[in-house]
Nanobody, 126 residues
Framework: QVHLVESGGGSVQAGGSLRLSCAASGDIQGTNYMGWFRQSPGKRREGVAVLHPGDGRTYYADSVEGRFTISQENAKTTIYLQMANLKPEDTATYYC???????????????????WGQGTQVTVSS
């Protein structure tokens, strides 16, 4: 079992920045990808950014490439999502997730993840 706790959400105006944190505990050695996903009402949960802690590889959704940065600290027990130049369409509940994913081409696929945090709300106003 892996336990994930997110923090750092909030409300910001368009163009602003926020940083999300995710603290992981439990059997994190049994995971090879950790990352951030988001979901807004009426939409499917989508991958935002994921990290392979073993070698530092990162993958981003096209919609956030160049604006968001995922990073890790403390031997993969904590990951961050630095969000800059936020847009109203970034408004969503953001979730941290972790699991063993067989292939980087599916690392942004939310259905591949078993362990999830409770989510943190990010609201961007225009």
């Amino acid at each position: 079992q892996v336990h994930l706790v997110e923090s750092g959400g909030g409300s910001v105006q368009a163009g602003g920045s926020l940083r999300l944190s995710c603290a992981a505990s439990g059997d994190i050695q049994g995971t090879n990808y950790m990352g951030w996903f988001r979901q807004s009402p009426g939409k499917r949960r989508e991958g935002v950014a994921v990290l392979h802690p073993g070698d530092g590889r990162t993958y981003y959704a096209d919609s956030v490439e160049g604006r968001f940065t995922i990073s890790q600290e403390n031997a993969k027990t904590t990951i961050y999502l630095q969000m800059a130049n936020l847009k109203p369409e970034d408004t969503a509940t953001y979730y941290c997730a972790a699991d063993w994913v067989y292939g980087n081409w599916i690392a942004l696929d939310a259905s591949r993840y078993k362990y999830w945090g409770q989510g943190t709300q990010v609201t961007v106003s225009s």
